[in-house]
């Protein structure tokens, strides 16, 4: 019995899905991870352009932050708007 | 005729016969040879020579030829009468032979009517013969007749007769040819035959009757009726040849009418009369001949008126010579006689010894026949009734065994029979016996019976409150398992055991059936871990409250904000926003309604539902266990409700 008990106990973390309360969580995470890398990208880029073309100046870093930031926030809209729609999981779904 | 078949038809006669039959034919022949001998010897001096040859021999020869061929002109009916008789004669007698050669002479000029006469008389009397003979083999009584009276009538009938009967059975080639006077009738025909005794008596009758009886004697009176004694000395003669004591008699009478015929001539010539020779046995026909011819010396003598007594002394002499050589014959004769007579009975004797010694021969073999036939027929009769004394034996054995075995069969059908019977009285009476005591035995066993019914049904009872029973107790394990359990475990052994203990109830498999299979895989919660879980989905649902409808990250960033300034409500809140039911649902958790919560928390919409999905799940999966289980209780209960 306790071995009985012990297997299935297992399975039950093992679940790669994650659980659906943690479901918004998790896009608040990738967005926030997202943003921070694109914004970096953009204003990394700027401050190249800046260096190399606009020999210093500073507005070139700021748009390339801003297209940064921008590209992450679209991405993140859109993953929260497509997630809106209710999901089948978790229903039996009976084929013809 | 009817004797003949008579005879013929008696076989024993038969081998006798030919022993008798030399006897008589000797007689016969000796009659025959008699009849050819007087044939033969009258031939040779026919003509005239033989009567001159005996008596004229001494006188003249030449003038007592002469003489007589003269005279016997006048005489002519005489001869004529003699000259018929040979025409009959020839087959019957040898005297006339003799004596119609004389007047044949004498009547040469009607030679030629004469002749012709005798020719149609002998064909007259062949076709008579022929035709006698020939009616005879057709009718009886004209053959009884014609054998007795018609002479050789018999012989002839006899003969042909015989070839008949031969052409008929040629296989009795041997048999004698005239068996009719030969067989029994010898006593009859001998005498007859033969004249020795009877003939005396035949020739008195035709003596007085003459031209009635014979038929050789009906020629004569038809031509010469004053001659007709002489025909019947002459045919009796030769019918018989050596008859002693007729002689005499019928020489006397044809003496005596020659002797009277001369009475009447002698008053006319009155001393110089010459006697007629009388000869006293004068039976010889020679001798008659010769005293015929001397007599009619002596007539012709006596007729001549001129002879004067001039041959009476030649006369005498030649008469006592005549007289001599006649008693010499006579004696010749005796004497021939004599030796015959001794002859004929030495013959006699002889056969007579001959035949008695066939028929002692006969008899010898017979007895020897009898003798050996007897000791045959003994025999037989012996093995015959040996036979059938065995015969009878093995018959009465048989009898005798087929009656044992049938009374043995009897005995035993009845000893069968009798112990049927014994049997069947026997069982009626034991019937009897146990009719009674069976009848409680079978009351006694009736009730066993029915009491092990009665167990046997209270089993079925029991086992049955056992089975619910252990369905019940399955359930419970199952409960208890799921209410006990710190972590979801999965419960599929619990299951697998209420499913056996089922015994593949209906019910009970459809129950379990209806469970999804990731509830017993997985295990379900129980309440106080759903209440956990709902509070932290609860937080998290509050925090997604106020989210519009294609929220952006704008939205969500505001009502994360907006979440966190909101007033908590508690209790059974009234409304429809997400905090309002929020509040139900822990309020209906908390009471235990898991039912009611879980259809509060389906009535969300958005990202709250969203996030609320999985907890939904598992509270609908503990639902579904929960009703089975139920279910899989009432239906114990209900069986052993229905066991009563």
């Keep these: 019995m306790a071995d009985n008990s012990s297997n299935p106990?297992?399975?039950?973390?093992?679940?790669?899905?994650?659980?659906?309360?943690?479901?918004l969580n998790e896009k608040w995470d990738r967005c926030l991870s997202s943003m921070l890398i694109r914004s970096g990208l953009g204003l990394s880029f700027g401050i190249v352009f800046s260096v190399l073309l606009f020999k210093r100046r500073a507005w070139p870093a700021m748009v390339g932050l801003g297209f940064g930031a921008g590209r992450a926030w679209e991405e993140c809209d859109n993953s929260f708007k497509r997630a809106a729609a209710p999901s089948k999981d978790g229903l039996r779904v009976i084929r013809p | 005729m009817l004797r003949a078949s008579l005879l013929r038809a008696r076989p024993a006669l038969r081998p006798i016969a030919p022993a008798v039959r030399?006897?008589?034919?000797?007689?016969?022949?000796?009659?025959?040879?008699?009849?050819?001998?007087?044939?033969?010897?009258?031939?040779?001096?026919?003509?005239?020579?033989?009567?001159?040859?005996p008596s004229p021999a001494g006188t003249n020869a030449i003038p007592s030829s002469d003489v007589p061929r003269t005279p016997p002109t006048p005489q002519t009916t005489g001869r004529s009468a003699a000259?018929?008789?040979?025409?009959?004669?020839?087959?019957?007698?040898?005297?006339?032979?003799?004596?119609?050669?004389?007047?044949?002479?004498?009547?040469?000029?009607?030679?030629?009517?004469?002749?012709?006469?005798?020719?149609?008389?002998?064909?007259?009397?062949?076709?008579?013969?022929?035709?006698?003979?020939?009616?005879?083999?057709v009718s009886d009584n004209f053959h009884d007749f014609f054998t007795e009276y018609i002479p050789f009538g018999e012989d002839a009938v006899g003969y042909?007769?015989?070839?008949?009967?031969?052409k008929r059975f040629p296989g009795r080639a041997g048999q004698p040819r005239l068996h009719p006077q030969v067989r029994g009738e010898n006593k009859v025909t001998i005498p007859g035959k033969h004249g020795l005794t009877s003939r005396v008596a035949e020739g008195g009758d035709f003596a007085s009757k003459g031209p009635h009886v014979s038929a050789v004697a009906d020629n004569t009176p038809a031509k010469s009726p004053t001659t007709s004694a002489q025909p019947k000395v002459s045919s009796q003669p030769s019918a018989k040849a050596a008859p002693k004591v007729p002689e005499p008699q019928k020489a006397e009478p044809k003496v005596e009418p020659k002797k009277e015929t001369p009475a009447p001539a002698t008053p006319t010539n009155a001393t110089s009369h010459l006697d007629h020779l009388a000869?006293?046995?004068?039976?010889?026909?020679?001798?008659?001949?010769?005293?015929?011819?001397?007599?009619?010396?002596?007539?012709?003598?006596?007729?001549?008126?001129?002879?004067?007594?001039?041959?009476?002394s030649a006369l005498d002499k030649a008469k006592s010579?005549?007289?001599?050589?006649?008693?010499?014959?006579?004696?010749?004769?005796?004497?021939?006689?004599?030796?015959?007579?001794?002859?004929?009975?030495?013959?006699?004797?002889?056969?007579?010894?001959?035949?008695?010694?066939?028929?002692?021969?006969?008899?010898?073999?017979?007895?020897?026949?009898?003798?050996?036939?007897?000791?045959?027929?003994?025999?037989?009769?012996?093995?015959l009734s040996s036979s059938y004394r065995e015969k009878l034996q093995a018959e009465l054995d048989a009898a005798k065994k087929v009656y044992e075995q049938r009374l043995k069969n009897e005995l035993l059908e009845q000893s069968i029979k009798l112990q049927k019977s014994f049997a069947s009285s026997v069982r009626e009476r034991v019937e009897a016996e146990r009719d009674g005591r069976l009848g409680k035995l079978n009351e006694l066993s009736s009730s066993v019976h029915e009491l092990e019914k009665l167990t046997s049904e209270w089993n079925t009872v029991v086992d049955a409150n056992l089975k619910t029973q252990h369905l019940v107790v399955a359930v419970e394990a199952v409960r208890s398992a799921l209410d006990n359990q710190v972590i979801p475990k999965p419960f599929i052994t619990e299951l697998a055991a209420l499913k056996e203990i089922a015994n593949d109830d209906p019910v009970v498999s459809a129950a379990i059936a209806s469970i999804n299979p990731a509830a017993y895989q997985r295990g379900i919660p129980n309440a106080a871990q759903l209440?956990?879980?709902?509070?932290?989905?609860?937080?998290?649902?509050?925090k997604a409250s106020l989210l519009p409808e294609d929220a952006g990250v704008a939205s969500h960033l505001a009502s994360l904000a907006m979440s966190k300034v909101l007033f908590k409500k508690s209790g059974l809140a009234v409304g429809g926003d997400v905090e309002a039911v929020l509040a139900r649902t822990e309020i209906l958790l908390e009471e235990g309604d898991l039912d009611g919560a879980a259809?509060?928390?389906?009535?969300?919409?958005?990202?709250?539902?969203?996030?609320?999905?999985?907890?939904?799940?598992?509270?609908?999966?503990?639902?579904?266990?929960?009703?089975?289980?139920?279910v899989i209780a009432t239906e114990a209960r209900l069986q052993s409700l229905l066991v009563d």
């Design chain 1, 9 to 23: 106990v297992a399975p039950i973390p093992k679940t790669t899905r994650p659980m659906s309360e943690a479901l």
């Design chain 2, 22 to 53: 030399p006897q008589w034919r000797v007689a016969q022949r000796f009659y025959a040879d008699d009849k050819k001998l007087s044939e033969t010897v009258i031939p040779n001096p026919a003509p005239s020579v033989t009567p001159s040859n």
């Design chain 2, 83 to 137: 000259v018929d008789q040979p025409a009959t004669t020839p087959p019957t007698g040898p005297g006339t032979a003799s004596v119609a050669p004389d007047p044949k002479a004498a009547p040469k000029p009607k030679k030629r009517r004469f002749r012709r006469f005798l020719f149609y008389m002998t064909l007259l009397s062949a076709l008579g013969y022929a035709g006698g003979v020939w009616y005879s083999l």
């Design chain 2, 160 to 166: 042909f007769e015989e070839r008949e009967f031969r």
């Design chain 2, 279 to 312: 000869v006293p046995a004068a039976g010889e026909p020679v001798v008659q001949d010769v005293v015929k011819i001397v007599n009619d010396i002596i007539t012709a003598i006596n007729a001549d008126p001129s002879h004067g007594g001039k041959y009476t």
């Design chain 2, 321 to 383: 010579e005549l007289g001599k050589v006649v008693s010499d014959i006579n004696m010749l004769k005796d004497n021939l006689n004599k030796s015959a007579e001794e002859k004929v009975r030495s013959v006699h004797t002889e056969f007579d010894t001959a035949a008695k010694e066939l028929v002692r021969r006969l008899e010898n073999e017979m007895q020897n026949q009898e003798t050996h036939w007897k000791e045959e027929y003994e025999n037989e009769r012996e093995r």
């Design chain 2, 531 to 542: 209440i956990d879980r709902f509070r932290r989905v609860a937080s998290e649902v509050r």
């Design chain 2, 599 to 630: 259809r509060e928390m389906n009535g969300l919409q958005g990202w709250a539902k969203v996030l609320s999905k999985d907890w939904l799940g598992e509270c609908r999966r503990v639902l579904e266990v929960r009703q089975a289980l139920d």
